[in-house]
């Protein structure tokens, strides 16, 4: 249907010589006819498309937020292993050993 629609207008445009208007016209079919053909080749051109597209949104925000729960978990415990080491470093330091015999 658009293949068709672009034969008839590059055969217009080689008959008639391509003013603007033909040319413009070829682009637009031929960039209509690339992505259907690109949609086709990635199986995103039937009518569940744009669900399985709405899906596959959903699934990458849940992925960043996990992503970033477990970024910020990690340097929880990062940062609570800190403050450990130092208040034991602290003890050590000020002879609070001591009271542990």
Known sequence: MNQDMLAGLLSQARGEGADLVTLR????????????RT????????ARASRD???LRELLRAWRDAK???????????????????LLGLAVRLGATGLLK
């Not at 016209?25 to 259907?36: K, N, R, W």
């Open 25 to 36: 016209a070829i682009v637009e079919e031929a960039s209509e006819l690339g992505a259907q």
């Open 53 to 55: 597209v709405s899906e």
């Open 68 to 86: 970033a729960s477990a970024r910020n978990a990690a340097l929880g415990w990062i940062v609570r292993g800190l403050c450990a080491v130092l």
């Open 39 to 46: 949609l086709a080749s990635i199986g995103l051109d039937d």
